[in-house]
């Protein structure tokens, strides 16, 4: 059986197909590697383009989502900004209801002050004369040069229940009845609150008489100048108003007339 290998011939030709044998195997194996090469380049290049185009929807996921988180955060702002500003309406409606409230509040008990006042007036008799040769004035109370009790009391009463504010108050230069009523009257609007300036002495070509209430111009007038007026009226006060550009804007300027303090 293996007498073959014993003929050179026979060895030799084993020999040549075994070459070519393994001349086929190395081609085919050089083939096979070539093949996986070129199938590995294919792949790498399909992974490359995959991992290209992942890069690529990661970014504009990314930018849509930096999109939407900044409109998000927009919308978050603006409904903040809705919710603030009605909360500030709501406030500031309270706040309007509130004052209202106390407005009327206020002048009710203003009003049902003057009643009272008028109802006491009408139990009072008030006497108004001139003396024998010349005028008098009408000075603060009945027939004096200052406040009486219950003329006193009952000014309290209004301020109370009124608005407060700046007043300047003016007396007669050189006449001690005028000063002394200024005196007093500030520190009634002291006591409740006002502010007033330090009482002013001042010369008058012609002295006025009462009470006179002096404000810049009716566009600058305070808002309680009116219920000032009203209030020293109710007292039986004799009070007039008076509009001078001399004076100051938004202010308001009380001069007591001139007293006899004899």
């Known amino acids: 059986m293996y007498s073959w290998w014993n003929n050179i011939e026979a060895v030799h030709t084993f020999n040549n197909w075994?070459?070519?044998?393994?001349?086929?195997?190395?081609?085919?194996?050089?083939?096979?590697?070539?093949?996986?090469?070129?199938?590995?380049?294919?792949?790498?290049?399909?992974?490359?383009?995959?991992?290209?185009?992942?890069?690529?929807?990661?970014?504009?996921?990314?930018?849509?989502?930096?999109?939407?988180?900044?409109?998000?955060?927009?919308?978050?702002?603006?409904?903040?900004?809705?919710?603030?500003?009605?909360?500030?309406?709501?406030?500031?409606?309270?706040?309007?209801?509130?004052?209202?409230?106390?407005?009327?509040?206020?002048?009710?008990?203003?009003?049902?002050?003057?009643?009272?006042?008028?109802?006491?007036?009408?139990?009072?008799?008030?006497?108004?004369?001139?003396t024998q040769g010349a005028a008098t004035t009408q000075n603060f109370g009945i027939d004096t040069s200052r406040l009486d009790a219950q003329q006193r009391k009952m000014l309290i009463k209004l301020l109370k229940t009124g608005p407060k504010g700046e007043l300047d108050i003016i007396s007669v230069l050189d006449n001690s009845g005028s000063h002394q009523a200024a005196t007093e009257l500030k520190s009634i609007f002291d006591e409740e609150g006002w502010t007033t300036s330090e009482i002013i002495q001042s010369a008058f070509s012609q002295p006025p008489e009462g009470i006179n209430l002096v404000i810049h111009s009716k566009q600058t007038a305070p808002s309680y100048a009116k219920f000032l007026q009203k209030s020293l009226t109710t007292l039986g006060l004799q009070v007039s108003a008076q509009v001078n550009n001399k004076y100051r804007e938004w202010s308001l300027s009380m001069i007591v007339g001139e007293i006899d303090s004899a």
């Open 18 to 130: 075994m070459e070519i044998i393994a001349l086929i195997g190395a081609t085919l194996t050089f083939i096979g590697l070539l093949l996986s090469w070129r199938h590995g380049g294919r792949m790498a290049r399909h992974f490359f383009d995959l991992e290209r185009r992942s890069k690529k929807k990661i970014k504009a996921v990314e930018k849509a989502a930096e999109q939407i988180r900044r409109e998000l955060l927009a919308t978050q702002q603006n409904q903040d900004i809705v919710v603030q500003q009605r909360r500030l309406a709501e406030m500031d409606a309270d706040s309007l209801r509130k004052e209202m409230d106390l407005v009327r509040k206020r002048y009710s008990e203003v009003e049902g002050a003057l009643k009272d006042r008028i109802k006491e007036l009408k139990d009072i008799n008030i006497t108004q004369g001139t």
